[in-house]
């Protein structure tokens, strides 16, 4: 069996501000944002991700979400296409108030694998963590 669609749903403690944040980071809104949800588009074939108000995602779940300061529930990988796009991706998810775990850009933490990627891993403000690469020998 396939299916037509896949997405992924995030319990969030602000949806204004992490409407916010997703849109500063430049993805597109999926939808209109309510008072329970914002939704995102996160690539070219439109991955959506659907960040719920963490009360109603319980509701849905009929049970406890993760706490993301003891452990990680998943971590998606987005790709830059370029160098330059890497390192400003990663000014601008500092700016928007994300928190840089590691990167292997100069001045910060090295990360800088066999195979040419460049890796930057980051949480967004309620905790959920994204791998930001870029392979150089692509």
């Known amino acids: 069996m396939r299916t037509k669609m896949i997405w992924a749903n995030f319990g969030v403690d602000d949806i204004d501000r992490t409407?916010?944040?997703?849109?500063?980071?430049?993805?597109?809104?999926?939808g209109q944002p309510s008072k329970e949800l914002v939704s995102f588009l996160f690539s070219?074939?439109?991955?959506?991700?659907h960040f719920f108000k963490k009360e109603k995602l319980k509701e849905s779940l009929e049970g406890e979400l993760?706490?993301?300061?003891?452990?990680?529930?998943i971590m998606f990988s987005l790709s830059a296409e370029t160098k330059n796009e890497y390192d400003k991706w990663v000014e601008l998810i500092k700016k928007a108030g994300g928190k840089i775990h590691?990167?292997?850009?100069?001045?910060?933490k090295e990360f800088y694998d066999e195979n040419?990627?460049?890796v930057c891993v980051f949480a967004d403000p309620?905790?959920?963590k994204f791998n930001l690469l870029y392979n150089e020998n692509k």
Do not use: A, M, P, T
Request: proline residues 0%; without cysteine.
């Open 116 to 118: 040419g990627f460049f």
């Open 44 to 49: 070219d074939n439109d991955f959506v991700i």
């Open 102 to 108: 590691f990167d292997s850009n100069n001045d910060r």
């Open 66 to 73: 993760s706490d993301l300061s003891k452990g990680n529930e």
């Open 126 to 128: 309620d905790g959920h």
């Open 19 to 30: 409407q916010k944040f997703y849109q500063e980071l430049g993805f597109e809104l999926n």
